[in-house]
């Protein structure tokens, strides 16, 4: 025969559970009724969003009221590499957008796109793609600038598109000849060639080699200005710019030295 707990013993066992659950129902009454109130009358918080907070209901903390938010929002692009936007620059009308540049970009870029001033680009020789995704930026706002966003806010896609073709097709050719294939480094070399593994870096060959098969907007750097070259990559690591799409350049250019931006911009701006 199984020997019967003793009727003290079920006693014990009946209370404890009770005590348990009791502590359980006032840590709970605490934790979301009690602690939330107190807290939210002295954060200016209502009972109920209170205590909808502590349990996760609603967003936010039971103690303080969650600040607004009123900053606009910046888009990184409005650029889609759709079919029809692909045929659309293949199907530009350089003749168009040659006189849109007389009348818009010679003060700035010159006709020929080469312009003298190492703080400004030069265009000519650009991916058409490129100049058309950067346009486009300048007039959403994702790229800021006080000289080109009042120059391309009227524009539409035709016209960007004329413009990207026109400057796409004219020769850049070496800023100087001489400093054509400048050695900068073996440090520089590689991280154009093979990235840096442990800083998680990818190669810049990657997307800015010849036929790379980077993103179909990526830039020509061969035979740009340094100074704009390294001016750009400090503004993808701050942060200023940040129209590159999947957060590409701010990432590379957040993981590189200042050094690093400096020497790969004279390497770029020798081949």
């Known amino acids: 025969m199984t020997d019967l707990p003793a009727p003290g013993e079920n006693r014990w066992r009946l209370w404890s559970a009770v005590g348990v659950v009791v502590a359980i129902l006032i840590g709970a009454g605490l934790g979301i009724v009690v602690i939330p109130l107190v807290q939210g009358a002295g954060g200016g918080v209502d009972p109920y969003t209170a205590i909808c907070r502590a349990l996760g209901i609603l967003p936010g903390s039971p103690a303080r009221p969650t600040p607004s938010f009123e900053a606009a929002a910046v888009p990184v692009t409005r650029v889609a590499w759709t079919d029809a936007t692909i045929n659309e620059n293949y199907r530009a009308d350089r003749d168009a957008g040659a006189k849109l540049a007389e009348q818009r970009c010679i003060a700035c870029h010159t006709v020929?796109?080469?312009?003298?001033?190492?703080?400004?680009?030069?265009?000519?020789?650009?991916?058409?793609?490129?100049?058309?995704?950067?346009?486009?930026?300048?007039?959403?706002?994702?790229?800021?600038?006080?000289t080109m966003t009042p120059i391309v806010t009227d524009l539409d896609d035709k016209?960007?598109?004329?413009?990207?073709?026109?400057?796409?097709?004219?020769?850049?050719?070496?800023?100087?000849?001489?400093?054509?294939g400048v050695f900068v480094g073996a440090d520089i070399d590689n991280i154009v060639l093979n990235g840096d593994i442990a800083r998680v870096l990818p190669p810049c060959s990657a997307c800015h080699g010849i036929r790379a098969g980077g993103p179909i907007e990526t830039p020509t750097l061969t035979s740009q200005y340094a100074q704009y070259v390294e001016a750009q990559l400090k503004a993808f690591a701050s942060g200023q710019r940040h129209n590159d799409i999947y957060h590409r350049m701010r990432s590379v250019a957040s993981k590189l030295t200042p050094s690093e931006m400096q020497l790969l911009a004279v390497y770029y701006s020798g081949k």
């Open 159 to 180: 016209a960007i598109a004329d413009l990207a073709a026109y400057y796409g097709r004219l020769v850049r050719g070496a800023i100087d000849p001489q400093r054509s």
């Open 112 to 146: 020929e796109g080469n312009t003298p001033d190492p703080t400004i680009p030069r265009n000519a020789g650009q991916s058409r793609f490129a100049i058309y995704k950067q346009l486009h930026d300048y007039k959403s706002g994702a790229r800021r600038n006080d």
